[in-house]
């Protein structure tokens, strides 16, 4: 019996021996009391307690945390109603101060996020509040920053996860894009239609100087044509005049080793200078020499009449 009573003390003090003993994993802290009073935080590792004196009186949590408010209603500085939600990423950095500056820090968090939305869109209008969601993240996330200091809480950020304005904003808006996509829709279709004018006139401008560059080479392609048909036939009457002067002092040449006279190599002068203007010329230059066969010719001729 006394052997049992005895197993019995050992497991209760080794029981009492075992809560005695913590260990804080990481990122965590917990917050001890002694006889009620703030004792101190402990940190990552193993720790001991005074059994039936101390006790931890808050696990705190040091990860960043994220908290997600439900719709607030706030009014716009142009008197709009909207309904906005945010996201909260916050961080306990002096587990005390958590532990004994706020009651319940969560629901202070989202009642002090309320208020500071309302004080910060009360500020802006309604566009103004639709296109500056950065700004007013900035502002929410400075002035809840210093309110949560004292309660040991860093705020990371702030972002605005909905902006729901009234139906009646909504159908506002919606129609007012409808009339700017129609609006933009017209000036492209008219900046195309000036486009095609312009290009249509560029290509009809275009079209009319080629033509007429195509007439310029056509007819300087004509004359060269008829300036080079003229060299040809020059070139090619030269050439016959050439040879029938050949021809006309060959015979000549033929005649005089023949023995022929003065008066006869002159008359064949005058027949080869005949055959020269083949009938085309009007007027024939005649040297001084042959003018005398020439009377003489009309001498003979009249003498024979007689």
């Known amino acids: 019996m006394g052997a049992i009573i005895v197993l019995i003390l050992f497991l209760i003090v080794l029981g009492i021996a075992a809560s005695c003993v913590r260990i804080v994993p990481q990122a965590n802290a917990y917050v001890v009391e002694r006889l009620g009073a703030y004792q101190g935080t402990w940190a990552v590792g193993i720790h001991f307690k005074v059994p039936f004196i101390?006790?931890?009186?808050?696990k705190?949590?040091?990860k960043e945390q994220v908290v997600d408010f439900a719709?607030?209603?706030?009014i716009t500085k142009d008197n709009v109603t909207?309904?906005?939600d945010t996201v909260v990423f916050f961080q306990i950095t002096d587990p005390k101060l958590f532990a004994y500056g706020v009651e319940?820090?969560?629901?202070?968090?989202?009642?002090?996020?309320?208020?500071t939305l309302r004080n910060v869109i009360g500020e802006m209008e309604l566009d103004q509040t639709l296109t500056s969601r950065e700004v007013i993240n900035t502002k929410m996330r400075s002035?809840?920053?210093i309110a949560t200091d004292p309660w040991g809480i860093k705020v990371n950020r702030v972002e605005l996860k909905n902006i729901i304005p009234p139906a009646a904003i909504r159908d506002a808006m919606e129609k007012q894009m409808k009339a700017e996509r129609e609006r933009r829709e017209a000036i492209l279709r008219a900046e195309g239609e000036k486009k095609s004018t312009v290009l249509v006139a560029e290509g009809k401008k275009e079209s009319v100087i080629l033509e007429a560059e195509a007439e310029k080479q056509s007819a300087i392609l004509r004359a060269e044509a008829q300036k080079e048909k003229m060299i040809r036939e020059a070139e090619g009457e030269a050439e016959a005049i050439l040879k029938v002067q050949k021809a006309t002092a060959d015979g000549l040449r033929f005649i005089r080793e023949a023995g022929a006279d003065d008066a006869v190599i002159r008359l064949k002068s005058l027949e080869?200078?005949?055959?020269?203007?083949d009938g085309r010329a009007t007027k024939i230059i005649i040297p001084s020499e042959i003018q005398g066969i020439a009377g003489l010719a009309s001498s003979v001729k009249e003498f024979i009449g007689q």
Do not use: G
Not at 71 to 74: E, K, Y
Not at 104 to 115: D, F, K, V
Not at 272 to 277: D, N, R, V, Y
């Open 54 to 58: 101390d006790k931890v009186a808050k």
């Open 60 to 62: 705190v949590i040091l």
């Open 71 to 74: 719709p607030q209603p706030v």
């Open 82 to 84: 909207m309904q906005i």
């Open 104 to 115: 319940n820090p969560i629901m202070a968090i989202e009642n002090l996020t309320a208020t």
């Open 143 to 145: 002035s809840l920053d």
């Open 272 to 277: 080869a200078f005949e055959k020269a203007a």
